[in-house]
């Protein structure tokens, strides 16, 4: 059985409901501006992505309803630790077939000046081809928009690449940018030369959640995901 087949049906089985395969060669440089040379020499990162409920991501314009903030909070903590976990057997898998393999938490901050992690969960499912960078930084799907957390497993397994990034159905799309509660996004669409901050200021995103002295222990927001047309039934 080959390596990216076991692999893809462990994931699908695990409850997965994205898979891709990148190649990261032409983004090594990116890579280490924004990690380090640690997570830059693998060649290759499979990308996976678990879907939120939609139940949770609709209620999300009455965020201010404390039952309604728990909720998402909860979904978006127990996604993330159902990825986890699910990378860590599969990378098991890939070390048993003598090739190395390097989990990245789903959610795991690296640097707090740049708010970021060590590895883009994003960069690497544009890559596969799952989806492409809306103009709310977030990695939006055809299936379910922006309604996904991601993971990502690096290694050096000879595996077959899925797909290329696709191209952005944002085009004159702005309800990401204009529901925005403290206007974190420019309106400006992605483009793979230009920093982070000329779309998306991560700080007010910071302040707003976390600096709030309303509802501070279950301050949410979210609403750039609940808004995208891309996500909607």
């Not at 990162?45 to 409920?53: K, T």
């Not at 909720?71 to 599969?90: E, G, M, V």
């Not at 991601?150 to 397994?157: E, K, V």
Request: glycine share 6%; net charge negative; charged share 25%.
């Amino acid at each position: 059985m080959q390596l990216e087949y076991k692999i893809r049906i462990m994931a699908e089985h695990e409850g997965a409901d994205f898979f891709g395969i990148a190649d990261l060669s032409s983004v090594k440089d990116t890579i280490i501006e924004q990690g380090s040379s640690f997570v830059a020499d693998y060649p290759k990162a499979i990308s996976i992505g678990i879907r939120l409920p939609d139940a949770i991501v609709d209620a999300l314009p009455d965020r201010d309803n404390p039952a309604v903030a728990v909720n998402y909070r909860h979904a978006y903590d127990i996604t993330n630790l159902r990825l986890d976990l699910l990378t860590s057997k599969l990378a098991s898998i890939i070390q048993q077939e003598g090739y190395k393999a390097l989990s990245i938490p789903a959610s795991e901050r690296y640097d707090n000046e740049r708010i970021c992690a060590v590895f883009s969960h994003k960069l690497a499912a544009n890559l596969a081809g799952l989806g492409w960078i809306g103009k709310s930084c977030l990695l939006v799907t055809p299936e379910a928009g922006p309604r996904v957390r991601w993971a990502t497993i690096l290694t050096d397994a000879p595996l077959k690449v899925t797909g290329e990034p696709l191209e952005s159905k944002c085009v004159e799309c702005n309800e990401c940018v204009e529901i925005c509660p403290v206007n974190a996004f420019t309106g400006k669409s992605f483009r793979e030369n230009e920093p982070r901050e000329v779309r998306y200021d991560a700080k007010k995103c910071e302040e707003y959640l976390y600096n709030s002295e309303d509802h501070a222990d279950w301050n949410v927001c979210g609403l750039c995901i609940y808004i995208c047309p891309h996500g909607k039934k």
